[in-house]
Every structure is written in structure tokens, then in C-alpha cells.
């Protein structure tokens, strides 16, 4: 099977917030999202909003950009959306919030949004699909060759973790605490074709590789593969799926920048002839679960032999190497903002801090959806 990929000419950013839909006095989740996606929607080709999306159950709602060149240019097309939704939403005394899970919430009592491919999606996968009432972020990293998206790729699974610590946002589901960081991310990986991607030496393995599955008719397309990290080809772009649902834009801003230098470099790396770090896959996986226990309180494998450094000096580290990066692309400020969350902590610490100093788990809803609703009150 022949996948085409559209390179990019540069490394273009977009960015795919998912959002649930919560009553500002109960907390809880309203299933009202085709009702103001069909306002949203009137008047544009297919009565269907451009950047305000279904999702698959229908408390949700996922806000997307267009082709952006920085994170700034970003995460403003995101508020641009989200002002257009907010009157809605406000009328209604309803308001969006963005977390890996919500904390009380029970998946079993949820409406799926209308249309055809959630009810398949549920037909075909049963019950871990109907769990899945979860949200994530993902960031597209424009690529200009199909064979450098591989490499990357291969080499980024070392970075993966670190980017899951730092937008851990999803410590609590159906009411408890469940000891992780991102319990999300353990929820998604029960999915067939998810998780982190296998190792692929170049785009001639990932053609196979999708043959196969589609001849098993385990996917229809390139699309139902969800893994941590893959190739968009249709977009060009390498496509970072691993981030918990992140509440305030100003993070999305940071992890933005974190990812868009992640492949500039490499592909500056590559370039000058340099070898790009290579991780087993075993040692990913484990830096994985780390990340997904502990958030960047954890400890991060840096070999195989077992040596450790903690998640905070290791992504410094990282965003110290990015500086000359990030200079170049004129998001220095953004990548430089990855250090004031390793400094005032994910939204898991923020949320279980509301929880230690006696709130409940409707005072983490609000705190969650407060921190979105003050950046667009600014």
C-alpha cells in the first residue's frame, strides 16, 4: 500500500484542544454540545464551524487552529473560538474546561455525539471505546520530507514522557484519586492501534506496517491509528497525541513551542549530518508509565543502564539545549514558559492541592475552568 505524505515547506504548528462542557454550579458535565455546535455551525459550508468540532461523546467539544507558524499565532486562533463560543455557553451558565478527565464524572451514563462513525467506533470496539471519556491535546509539527517524519519520530519517543509530565492533568476518575498523574493515558492505551508507536526504520516499514493492518481490517485508514506520536500525511506534520487535556492556553503556548523546537532541531540535527538520540523502546515505555504515575515529580530513565535524573532537571535540560532553536523560530518566550510550569507544578498538583486543603472535587471543576475563563476575560 502506497501512503502519499504532502511535505511541509517549514515547520508550520497547529494545535487540537479537546474541551468538556460543565454547568458553572454543579461541576458536572452537560450534554449540550451538538445544540452549540449547530449554532456555531449555521451559515458555514455543511452548517458545520471550521475550527469547533464534535467529539465522541457529546459533553465535547474540540477547538482546532489552522495552519499556524508559532505558538502565539496558536493559541490565539484558539481563543478566537472559544470567544465565539463563550456567549453561548454564558447564557446557559455553562462554561469549557480542558483536563485529561473529570473527576467525578461517570462514562456510563454519557450520550455519544451524533453521527455515524461514533456509533461504529463503539460497534467495532465496545467497551474500551465507551470509556473513553477522556480529553487530550495535540500538537501537528509541520515536516518537509516523509522519511525525516520516521526519524524524528524513532527519536522522540525519549522526549515523549517528559511532554506527558508536564500537561498531567487527569489525577482523579469516577470520584477517586487514583495515585496517577495521568490516569487518561492509561485509559487510551486499552485502545487497539494506541499507545507509543512500534519502532520504524523508515516510511517504506510504515507503508507495511499499514498494509497489514488494514488488509487485517484491524483500521480502515491511516486515521485509527492512535498512537502517542505519528505521522499526519495528509498534513505533512508529525502529530504529538501523549498530552493530557491542558486547562489554560498559556501552558499550550509552552508545550507548543517545547514540540516545534523538539523537531526543528532534529531536523537541523539531521541535516548537519549529526546522529539523532535513540532510546529502546523499552526504556520509553517505562519513562511512560513514570510520567503517568508520578508527573514531574517522578524520575525519568537517561539510559540503559538504569541511571535516573527527576523529570524537572531533565526538561530543563531539554528547553536549555532548545534555546538556540527556539531563538531562531522567535518563540524563545514560549519555550522559555515550560519553566514556569516545572516551577508552579501540572494541573494534577494544582488540582489534588485544592482536594489537600479541603476542597472537593466540584471546587477542582471550577478551578480548572477558572484558569481557561481568566485568560479570556484578558
Same mark, same amino acid.
Given at each position: ?50 475550527? *469547533? ?26 481563543? *478566537? ?9 454564558d ?23 451524533? #453521527? ?12 474500551p ?11 501537528h ?5 516523509k522519511? @525525516?517524519?520516521? @526519524? ?42 494506541? #499507545? ?15 498494509t ?40 499550550v ?38 510520567? $503517568? ?23 530543563? #535540560? ?11 523560530l ?14 508552579? #507544578? $501540572? ?28 485568560e479570556?476575560?484578558?
Amino acid at each position: 500500500m502506497h501512503v502519499d505524505f504532502t511535505p511541509s515547506p517549514g515547520p508550520s504548528l497547529g494545535v487540537e484542544v479537546e474541551y468538556g462542557v460543565v454547568d458553572k454550579e454543579t461541576g458536572k458535565y452537560v450534554e449540550v454540545a451538538d445544540e452549540i455546535l449547530s449554532i456555531v455551525g449555521a451559515g458555514h459550508p455543511e452548517a458545520e464551524h471550521p475550527k *469547533a468540532k464534535h467529539e465522541l461523546f457529546n459533553h465535547s467539544i474540540e477547538v482546532i487552529t489552522g495552519v499556524c507558524q508559532t505558538p502565539d499565532e496558536a493559541v490565539a486562533d484558539l481563543k *478566537a473560538t472559544l470567544l465565539e463560543l463563550k456567549p453561548l455557553l454564558d447564557e446557559r451558565n455553562l462554561a469549557m474546561m480542558s483536563s485529561g478527565t473529570h473527576p467525578f464524572a461517570s462514562w456510563d451514563s454519557m450520550s455519544l455525539s451524533p #453521527g455515524e462513525r461514533y456509533r461504529r467506533l463503539l460497534d467495532e470496539i465496545g467497551w474500551p471505546a465507551r470509556r473513553l471519556a477522556i480529553h487530550g491535546v495535540h500538537f501537528h509539527v509541520g515536516v518537509r520530507s516523509k522519511e @525525516k517524519s520516521i @526519524k524524528f519520530i524513532d527519536s522522540l519517543l525519549g522526549f515523549l514522557p517528559q511532554m506527558l509530565a508536564l500537561s498531567t492533568s487527569s489525577p482523579y476518575w469516577l470520584g477517586d484519586d487514583t495515585g496517577l498523574a495521568s490516569i487518561r493515558s492509561k485509559i487510551f492505551e486499552v485502545m487497539p492501534t494506541s #499507545g507509543l508507536p512500534p519502532w520504524m526504520q523508515d516510511w517504506a516499514a510504515f507503508e507495511r506496517f499499514m498494509t497489514a493492518l488494514i488488509k487485517a481490517e484491524t483500521i480502515r485508514s491511516v486515521k485509527e491509528v492512535w498512537w502517542d506520536i505519528r505521522p499526519h500525511p495528509t498534513y505533512g506534520t508529525i502529530e504529538f497525541r501523549m498530552c493530557d487535556g491542558i486547562p489554560t492556553l498559556r501552558e499550550v503556548r509552552s508545550i507548543a513551542a517545547l514540540a516545534q523546537a523538539l523537531v526543528v532541531w532534529m531536523d537541523q540535527q539531521v541535516d548537519a549530518g549529526e546522529t539523532l538520540p535513540d532510546i529502546p523502546s523499552w526504556v520509553a515505555r517505562e519513562n511512560k508509565w513514570r510520567a $503517568s504515575r508520578f508527573g514531574l515529580d517522578g524520575r525519568v530513565m537517561t539510559d540503559v543502564s538504569g541511571n535516573t535524573q527527576s523529570f524537572k532537571d531533565n526538561i530543563v #535540560g531539554i528547553v536549555d539545549m532548545l534555546q538556540p532553536v527556539a531563538a531562531g523560530l522567535g518563540t524563545l518566550d514560549a519555550l522559555n514558559g515550560v519553566r514556569e510550569i516545572l516551577e508552579t #507544578g $501540572s494541573s494534577a498538583a494544582r488540582q489534588r492541592a485544592v482536594v489537600a486543603q479541603g476542597g472537593s472535587l466540584r471546587d477542582v471543576v471550577t478551578l480548572v475552568r477558572e484558569e481557561l475563563a481568566v485568560e479570556l476575560r484578558s
